[in-house]
């Protein structure tokens, strides 16, 4: 078993698991099982909260794998074509037709890319899967250039974990809404608060009453736990209820991918390396950031941004505008810290903390 910085945990032999599991663990989340021969052992597993989990390749009985899945447990096969799935010298940015090009997730483009960017296939060189991954994300860079040349791009960050029709999820879509009328919004591309920025933003060209609308009809399929497949499919679905899509951005990443990109962005540059991705998506964002109430992924987004400003030159500050007074003073104090690294700095006017996200709105529109 190796585990990494962070949650995740890799266990790649049957006795790992066994042990791992007897020391009491019950909950699998950021866990990767790679390879495990599981069949004939339903019971190992009986009991563990699998929502989170990845079993990449392992063999199972039938209805082991069902109950996996029904538990929130991405289960993907091991690939038999070492083919790298991706174009590596593609030309453009993705669609969500693109990556989510079979019925099943599991079976698309985007899950293909994700099992074989975590587990190469029989006969597939870990040298040239890793160039592989540099050539595309190489492409992705250039395709994402020319894309937003003539565009003003502001970012909204916050968390993955907002569920479809909560006060989170639905404060991030009036503010892609919002800011959607007059800039290109861009986010992550995840889940959650992201995902739906993208939808208020693609909306944008309609009445504030078709993104309530949207968020109550995505509220029937809150998570994309269990089933990714419909949580896909009802966001597909009102795609095509609401026309005339406003251009907007996601930019997410296969490090994450047993979390599935987000369906509203009409572009989307997924790349295989999350550190580039994370620095890519805070430069592309010219017109500012919009940082909603997130826990550690987003505070380092903050200060990952603060940085830049820090010390960037008065003409290239971009504006930073944190929303929920309480969440950035009390439950997470970043605020107080920013104000300090501003002082005296160019970016001292260009940091603001609101309540809400139509001040946040009006301090960049």
């Known amino acids: 078993m190796r585990r990494t910085r962070g949650h995740t945990v890799d266990v790649t032999t049957l006795a790992e698991l066994e042990r791992r599991l007897g020391e009491g663990v019950r909950h699998l989340s950021g866990w990767r099982v790679r390879h495990v021969d599981l069949r004939g052992r339903r019971d190992l597993l009986a009991g563990h909260d699998l929502e989170g989990a990845t079993f990449l390749g392992c063999d199972f009985d039938e209805e082991v794998v069902r109950g996996a899945e029904a538990d929130g447990a991405v289960v993907l096969p091991r690939l038999s074509d070492p083919v790298v799935p991706v174009d590596v010298r593609r030309q453009a940015l993705y669609t969500a037709a693109e990556l989510y090009d ?9 899950g293909r890319a994700y099992a074989w960017s975590q587990d190469l296939p029989p006969g597939s060189s870990a040298d040239e899967a890793a160039l592989a991954r540099t050539l595309h994300d190489h492409a992705i860079d250039l395709a994402l250039d020319g894309w937003r040349a003539d565009r003003r791009v502001v970012g909204v960050m ?24 007059g800039l290109t919004v861009a986010t992550g591309g995840g889940p959650g608060a992201m995902e739906a920025a993208n939808l208020g933003a693609r909306l944008a060209a309609h009445p504030a009453a078709a993104v309530d609308e949207a968020v109550t009809e995505l509220a029937r399929v809150p998570s994309y736990r269990p089933s990714v497949d419909a949580w896909a499919d009802s966001a597909f679905a009102i795609c095509d209820r609401f026309g005339e899509p ?48 997130g826990a550690a992924g987003t505070v380092q987004e903050v200060f990952q941004d603060a940085c830049e400003n820090y010390y960037a030159d008065a003409g290239d500050v971009a504006p930073m505008v ?13 605020w107080p810290l ?28």
């Open 102 to 110: 079979a019925p099943r997730w599991t079976d698309s483009l985007d």
């Open 158 to 181: 916050g968390g993955h974990a907002a569920r479809r029709g909560d006060a989170t999820y639905t404060d991030a879509a009036r503010l892609g809404h919002l800011l959607g009328d």
């Open 246 to 293: 406003r251009e907007n951005l996601a930019i997410p990443t296969w490090h994450y991918g047993h979390e599935p990109p987000g369906v509203f962005a009409t572009a989307i540059a997924k790349y295989f390396r999350n550190a580039t991705r994370e620095a890519i998506l805070l430069e592309v964002c010219d017109a500012g950031i919009v940082f909603l109430p």
């Open 322 to 334: 944190l929303v929920g007074v309480e969440h950035w003073t009390r439950t997470l104090p970043a």
């Open 338 to 365: 920013l104000q300090a690294l501003a002082a005296e700095r160019a970016m001292a006017d260009s940091v603001h903390l609101v309540d809400t996200v139509e001040e946040a709105a009006s301090l960049l529109v």
